[in-house]
């Protein structure tokens, strides 16, 4: 079975860095991709940032600059570098992974930045 499990959401001040993990395991077939999404209260859930199936990576317009996704495949896992946060980033963060025709999602990791 498939678990996708995420760590390293907390509570920062405006400003500060968090760095977001996330780790696949259970799947017999190799992973695809992996990325980011969020989800504040009221708001649908949207792409932070993500791996392509050829290697590059997107973010979304409000984070780039700020935050860096990479990738550990020996692990597969991949981390959410996150600088210069700003209370709009306060929301649930959710990682997925995609293996051979499936999306996995984890539980979510809150991350909270006061002003």
């Known amino acids: 079975q498939v678990q996708v499990v995420e760590s390293g959401g907390g509570l920062v001040q405006a400003g500060g860095s968090l760095r977001l993990s996330c780790a696949a395991s259970?799947?017999?077939?190799?992973?695809?991709?992996m990325g980011w999404y969020r989800q504040s209260p009221g708001n649908q859930r949207e792409l932070v940032a993500g791996?392509?199936?050829?290697?590059?990576?997107n973010y979304a317009d409000s984070v780039k600059g700020r935050f860096t996704i990479s990738r550990d495949n020996a692990k597969n896992t991949v981390y959410l570098q996150m600088n210069r946060l700003k209370p709009e980033d306060t929301a649930v963060y959710y990682c997925?992974?995609?293996?051979?025709?499936?999306?996995?999602w984890g539980r979510g990791t809150q991350v909270t930045v006061s002003p």
């Open positions: 259970g799947s017999r077939f190799s992973l695809d991709t």
């Open positions: 791996f392509t199936r050829g290697g590059s990576t």
């Open positions: 997925y992974a995609d293996i051979y025709t499936q999306r996995y």
